[in-house]
């Protein structure tokens, strides 16, 4: 899966962190270490370290903010691509659109928009994943997601080769695109934003994130909802009617404020995490028979 090449130096230039603990690189703040993260600063970097993996046989696993992700605790052994590195946005000249780097931060993007007078990224205000994860996952919130405003997606296919795709191309759906099924890393996004007063957007942008602060356990690390919304239910709703609020295992809990949220209340391990998932299942499904589907990507 990789491991064997030292990747130090394979590159020029190109970062290369032998067995880094996911811990540090994931919002849940569980994980044991990815044998190689590699961080491209640049899409140039990235195809050269796309096509060394395919000559290698390796598939790397893509890495963005780590904010939907749950690693497991005998960590991965492979080689992960981060965007960590990749975080360039700028303003277009005369038009009221962005473009970013696929590690640019929502939060920043939403702000640099703000500053701008340029609406349509407000809901994405207090989503703390990058640009490329939120692409590939189409993440949205508060009646808005990233299929209403990307106008192209920019990235490489395994061969390390540049493409680009239309947002309206892109297949977005509920928490989906093209990319969750194809090899293809995504080194940035347009943005086709509309022109609005910077004082309204920075108003809507702060009652989010107070309706977020409000519901949200956001002093835990988490990686958000952690199942999908099964449809005509919401998961919090289920799992809170079955009782399950504040259900704890080791250093995971179903959170008391946000039933739909598991979080880390200190020193989780990975496995604590999916043993409290389970028996979240098990209950919603025996007490409702609604199954919940996990939102969070479970590695490997
Ligand atoms: C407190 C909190 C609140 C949240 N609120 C919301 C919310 O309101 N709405 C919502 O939708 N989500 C929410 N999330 C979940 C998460 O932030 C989003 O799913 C986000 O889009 C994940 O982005 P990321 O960069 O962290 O991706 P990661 O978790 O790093 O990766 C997610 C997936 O995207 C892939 N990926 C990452 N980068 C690339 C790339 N460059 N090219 C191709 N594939 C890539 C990964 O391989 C993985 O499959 C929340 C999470 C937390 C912790």
Redesign the pocket.
């Known amino acids: 899966m990789g491991g064997e090449i030292d990747w130090r130096g394979a590159i020029p230039g190109l970062a290369a962190l032998p067995d880094e603990p996911m811990s540090r690189r ?3 703040r569980v994980g044991g270490p990815a044998r190689w993260i590699l961080q491209p600063a640049d899409a140039q970097q990235a195809g050269a370290a796309l096509r060394l993996c395919q000559e290698a046989g390796i598939a790397p ?9 749950l690693v497991r605790d005998e960590g991965y052994d492979g080689v992960m691509l981060s ?1 960590a590195a990749m975080d360039q946005m700028t303003v277009l000249p005369g038009e009221p659109a962005l473009y970013a780097q ?2 640019a ?2 939060p920043r993007l939403a702000n640099l928009a703000a500053e701008a007078g340029l609406s349509g990224l407000e809901f994405a205000s ?17 009646g808005g ?1 990233m299929s209403q405003v990307v106008e192209r997606v920019d ?1 490489l296919d395994e061969a390390g080769r540049p493409h680009a795709l239309a947002g309206a191309d892109c297949g977005f759906a509920y ?1 989906h695109s093209v ?2 099924q194809e090899p ?4 940035g996004a347009l943005f086709r934003l509309k022109p609005r007063d910077p004082a309204e957007i920075r108003a809507e942008m702060a009652e989010l994130t107070r309706r ?1 602060r409000e519901k ?1 356990p ?1 002093d835990y ?5 952690t199942f999908k919304r099964p449809q005509g239910h919401f998961a919090a709703a289920l799992i809170e009617s079955c009782g399950l609020k504040g259900l704890t295992v080791g250093g995971a809990q179903v959170s008391e404020k946000h039933s739909g ?1 598991l979080i880390n209340r200190g020193g989780a391990t990975c496995a604590d995490v999916l043993a409290l998932m389970e028996r979240v299942r098990d209950a919603v499904w025996e007490q409702t028979g609604v199954r919940l589907e996990p ?1 969070v ?1 479970i590695i490997p």
Not at 61 to 69: A, M, P, Q, T
């Open positions: 994931t919002t849940f696993f893509f890495l963005g903010n780590g904010s939907n992700l965007t696929s590690g931060l929502l207090g989503i703390p994943g990058s640009v490329g994860g939120a692409a590939r996952m189409n993440a949205g919130a508060y997601e990235y928490r990319f969750c293809w890393f995504i080194t977020r949200q956001l690390p988490s990686a958000g909802s949220f939102e990507e």
